[in-house]
Nanobody, 120 residues
Framework: VQLVESGGGLVQAGGSLRLSCAAS????????MGWYRQAPGKQRESVAS???????NYADSVKGRFTISRDNRKNTVYLQMNSLKPEDTAVYYC???????????????WGQGTLVTVSS
């Protein structure tokens, strides 16, 4: 299973970016999908998650500014980021809990990360 992210880049404070993450490979089902981020010198933290049924959770720091969504037909998760702040600068990682076959246990997979830089 591979997760490929796209959509990172450089944006000014107050701007918007949309991240995408597509899962491919042997996939029977995908449970939770989510986004994490890691800023320089800091630990990786959860940003947002979404269940297969569409239930969402957000870190307090991004509530009201970020929106997570998914397209189950495309095995893709999105993160719409609005009103970006310099403190949102980080490498953003996609995560998905995948069952490769109906006989396998679920495993967590990570994308390679995409850099988001917000300038002041």
């Amino acid at each position: 299973v591979q997760l490929v992210e796209s959509g990172g880049g450089l944006v000014q404070a107050g701007g918007s970016l949309r991240l995408s993450c597509a899962a491919s490979g042997r996939i029977a089902s995908i449970n939770d999908m989510g986004w994490y981020r890691q800023a320089p010198g800091k630990q990786r933290e959860s940003v947002a998650s979404i269940s297969s049924g569409g239930n969402t959770n957000y870190a307090d720091s991004v509530k009201g500014r970020f929106t997570i969504s998914r397209d189950n037909r495309k095995n893709t998760v999105y993160l719409q980021m609005n009103s970006l702040k310099p403190e949102d600068t980080a490498v953003y990682y996609c995560n998905a809990v995948v069952r490769s076959t109906w006989f396998d246990a679920s495993n967590a997979y990570w994308g390679q990360g995409t850099l988001v830089t917000v300038s002041s």
